[in-house]
Structures are given as structure tokens and as C-alpha cells.
């Protein structure tokens, strides 16, 4: 079965600190995508990338495709980066074959 | 930010009846997604399109039908909602495998 696991579910930062998201997954991939959720519910597309490492402003993402894993950070956190963080994967040649993680609850307290 | 609206934003029904969403697009986007999100399952693709008159089935189909007559609309239809239709819905657009930008979401309630 293909899936995405996120590490950790929950995660509570001071502002300031340096956070990592992990994201995990079991098949062979062409594209993955990280994505944030704010409190409100809105969706917002942070990053796509299929090698290597992209970054915009404080946020950089990672992605090892040996090891099937990505991680995102978030450098000199704030609180309004407090949202759910959510990881997907297109797997196979189908745009259709698109599976997310269950999402990271990041929370940055003042 | 991409131009994508959906309607309605609130929907309360009652079981059995059918019901239609609709997913507007500005951008002239090849790509059109039906997501739903859940507690303890997250985001899982229902439908999406790859153009006018051409979609294809998602993880969560089932119960599920959808058309794309033109560019810009993508519509989602439940023939006979059920309750474990209540969820929320969104919309996305893609140029190819490329970045995907949501709609703001839809609400259901299915009574």
C-alpha cells in the first residue's frame, strides 16, 4: 500500500527555534509536494520539488529520493507559522495518483 | 493568489438528495482536482480532470461523479449524499505536475 507518514503529529516551538517536518513515503515517486493549512482552513502550496533543495524566505525544503524522505524547515520560527503542515506524493505516471500525509500541527508560542 | 472560487462555501442536505459543487477557475489551468478532508485521514483526491470532457477517478471515488464542460468549471456531484459525505471540500489547479493552488473550500453537512 503507498503511504506518507509525517513525524511528529503535534510539535509546540518557542518562537525563534529552528523546526524540522518529516515526511516519509514507500514507493518510487515523481513529485512531492509540501503544503500548508492555516488555522482558518485555508490551503496554501509551499514547495514542489522532485530532487535536490528549494527555499523561499525561512522555509527550505529537502528531499532524499534514495531514501524516500523530505524534510521541511522552518528557520527563526514565528507565530504565525502556526498551521498544519502537510506532505504529498504523485506516484506513478497519473496526475491522479496524488496521496497526502495526515499533516503536523506546528504550533509557535511568543 | 490563483483565481479559484467555490460554490457554496456552506451546504446543509439531507441524506439521499443530490448535490452539486462547483470549482471556478481563472487561470486557464489544465488541471482540476476534487479533494475531501477528514479528521485522522487528511487530504485523499476524489476525481480530477486533465481536460474539457476528461477526468479520471481518485483515491476516493466511490459515490463520486464529476464533469468538466469547459476550462474553467469542474463540478462535483453527489447523486444520492450520504453522511459519510460530510466532510470539507476543495478544489485545486495545476498546470501538469506542477504547483497546485486550492480554493478556499466547501463545507457539507449531510443530514
Known amino acids: 500500500k503507498n503511504e506518507v507518514e509525517q513525524s511528529p503529529q503535534n510539535l509546540t516551538a518557542q518562537e525563534g527555534e529552528f523546526i524540522t517536518i518529516n515526511c516519509s513515503y514507500s514507493?518510487?515517486?515523481?513529485?512531492l509536494h509540501w503544503l500548508q493549512q492555516h488555522p482558518g482552513g485555508g490551503i496554501v502550496s509551499l514547495f514542489m520539488?522532485?530532487?535536490g533543495k528549494k527555499k523561499h524566505g525561512r522555509l527550505i525544503a529537502t528531499i532524499n529520493i534514495q531514501e524516500k524522505h523530505s524534510s521541511l524547515h522552518i528557520t527563526a520560527s514565528h507565530p504565525r507559522d502556526s498551521a498544519v503542515y502537510i506532505c504529498g506524493v504523485n506516484y506513478g505516471g497519473s496526475q491522479g495518483n496524488l496521496i497526502f500525509g495526515k499533516g503536523t500541527k506546528l504550533s509557535v508560542k511568543p | 493568489d490563483a483565481g479559484i472560487t467555490q460554490s457554496p462555501r456552506h451546504k446543509v442536505t439531507e441524506t439521499g438528495t443530490p448535490v452539486t459543487l462547483r470549482c471556478h477557475q481563472t487561470e486557464n489551468h489544465r488541471y482540476m482536482y476534487w479533494y475531501r478532508q477528514d479528521p485522522g485521514h487528511g487530504l485523499r483526491l476524489i476525481h480530477y480532470s486533465y481536460g474539457v470532457k476528461d477526468t479520471d477517478k481518485g483515491e476516493v471515488s466511490d459515490g463520486y461523479s464529476v464533469s468538466r464542460s469547459k476550462t474553467e468549471d469542474f463540478l462535483l456531484t453527489l447523486e444520492s449524499a450520504t453522511s459519510s459525505q460530510t466532510s470539507v471540500y476543495f478544489c485545486?489547479?495545476?498546470?501538469?505536475?506542477?504547483?497546485?493552488?486550492f480554493g478556499p473550500g466547501t463545507r457539507l453537512l449531510v443530514l
Open positions: 514507493v518510487g515517486i515523481s513529485a
Open positions: 485545486a489547479i495545476s498546470e501538469s505536475q506542477q504547483t497546485q493552488y
Open positions: 520539488l522532485s530532487s
